[in-house]
């Protein structure tokens, strides 16, 4: 399992992410990890986005390797969880570490002391 597997990141997702996490008040290590995933991400025009990457408002089906639990969940900024069935904020590790992954991506997202194992299964747009 690659610890950080390549990310794509649209220039719109950027500015919108770096308006949240430039406003937000508060420690915390998510917003870290955040910028660090901006700074390393390719990033693309929203129209060359590839199929099977994870955007803003994006749905991701992702399993838990460590529990074998599925979920399927809509990436959102953090206003919009509220709004957005079965959404998964942009602030949550879990939401955070699925930002730029492509359908069969791994990735090992940092969280309380241990890793998330998490696996990247489909996306739907």
């Not at 610890?3 to 937000?24: E, G, H, K, M």
């Not at 099977?52 to 529990?67: E, I, K, Y």
Request: glycine share 8%; hydrophobic share 40%; net charge negative.
């Amino acid at each position: 399992m690659n610890l950080l597997p390549a990310i794509t990141v649209s220039t719109t997702d950027r500015d919108r992410l770096f308006a949240v996490l430039d406003n937000f008040k508060g420690d915390s290590d998510q917003i870290d990890y955040l910028y660090d995933e901006l700074a390393r991400a390719n990033i693309v025009d929203e129209n060359d986005i590839p199929e099977g990457v994870v955007t803003l408002g994006s749905r991701a089906r992702f399993r838990n390797d460590a529990t074998g639990k599925e979920h399927e969940r809509v990436l959102t900024l953090p206003g919009e969880t509220q709004t957005v069935s079965d959404a998964i904020s942009i602030l949550t590790p879990a939401g955070a570490a699925l930002l730029g992954l492509k359908t069969g991506d791994d990735i090992q997202w940092p969280h309380e002391g241990h890793f998330l194992h998490l696996r990247l299964l489909n996306v739907t747009r």
